[in-house]
């Protein structure tokens, strides 16, 4: 059993067609039909089922095709990390999550560019930056179009390490008319009868079940037959507390959703260090709930850590003391 015979096998699976399979892989029909044959001879298992069109693979085909798959894109990642270890690119690519860009991403880069100048002989470091969702940034490490990625969930993956740099703790975005923009702390459910609106493009992983009894903002508990698994993460924290709000709108990044505030057309829930976008139409208070926050992860790759990454967690580290605040050092592995 060869790679060639392999990669045969998955664009054949993928395309189901020999003919779009061979134009893909370079291969004339023939040779490649060949490969294949002398693939499930070797095995002496059937992997295709030839009899169908367009084509379908076995049962066995099916298994076999699972697992060959994720090793090929293995196989990859380990390519790819292999030739940037031999030769580290020298631009930091750097992906991020919106809301870390609006809050203190801009000023930890200033920190990070202006230490590296300062360096003994250090050449500027060319630094580039990547709008790119907490999900796709580890696909993004793995094919190294992104040395270092900050997000906001957390992710398990054998291929990445995560450093949790802080929990960074939610204030309420309202409209400056808002009736409770008087009031100096907020609770979650003083908050449940105002329209929600939802910003978040990826949910959480893994689900929480909504609450059973819902705390109406009269005091009165009434309960609600539901089991639906509540993953959007605004709405999550919410459910932590026992509260489903009463109205919800969904929009498609955090700018539209201030920009909502901002008209009146209802609140939402942001990151503290987005205190400062809209201030001449939006209050931003504290909720009184200690446990309402949003973590900042660093990922990384495991095996290969671009050599300027340290230095920018330092500066990370830096920003945070000069801001006050509160973080606990972590280390890489
Ligand atoms: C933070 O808000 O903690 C943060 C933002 C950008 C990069 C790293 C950390």
Redesign the pocket.
């Known amino acids: 059993m060869d790679l060639k015979q392999l990669n045969a096998f998955v664009a054949v699976a993928d395309l189901q067609s020999f003919s779009a399979a061979a134009k893909i892989t370079g291969l004339s029909q023939p040779s490649l039909s060949r490969l294949l044959k002398q693939l499930e001879t070797d095995m002496n298992v059937a992997l295709i089922d030839r009899y169908h069109r367009p084509l379908q693979l076995t049962e066995a085909g099916l298994f076999f095709y699972d697992k060959v798959r994720a090793l090929l894109i293995e196989l990859d990642t380990i390519t790819n990390m292999t030739k940037r270890m031999s030769a580290p690119s020298s631009a930091l690519n750097i992906g ?1 999550v919106p809301s ?1 860009l609006y ?3 801009p000023e ?1 880069i200033a920190d990070f560019k202006h230490s590296a100048h300062q360096g003994a002989n250090e050449a500027d470091i060319e630094v580039n930056l990547k709008d790119i969702s907490s999900y796709q940034q580890i696909e993004a490490l793995k094919t190294g179009e992104i040395d270092v990625g ?1 997000g906001r969930f957390a992710h398990q993956d054998p291929w990445i390490q995560q450093i949790l ?2 929990h ?1 703790r939610y204030v309420v975005a309202l409209p400056k008319a808002h009736p409770l923009a008087q009031n100096e702390e907020q609770r979650l459910i003083d908050l449940a009868n105002n329209r929600l609106i939802l910003y978040h493009q990826t949910h959480l992983p893994v689900s929480t079940t909504a609450a059973t009894i819902i705390k109406t903002p009269n005091g009165m508990d009434k309960d609600i037959d539901s089991t639906e698994p509540v993953t959007e993460p605004l709405l999550h924290l919410f459910a932590q507390h026992g509260i489903t709000p009463l109205m919800t709108t969904k929009v498609s990044d955090l700018q539209v959703a201030l920009g909502l505030v901002a008209a009146g057309e209802g609140i939402t829930l942001v ?1 503290a ?1 987005l205190k400062s976008m809209r201030t001449e139409q939006i209050s931003y208070q504290p909720l009184i709930h200690e446990n309402v926050t949003s973590p ?1 992860y ?1 990922h990384t790759l495991k095996d290969f850590i671009h050599p300027k990454i340290p230095d920018l967690l330092r500066s ?1 580290y830096q920003v ?1 003391e000069q801001r006050g ?1 509160t973080y606990r050092v972590q280390q890489f592995i």
């Open positions: 991020f870390v809050g203190l991403l930890i900050f740099l802080r960074e990151p260090s900042v660093l990370v945070y605040i």
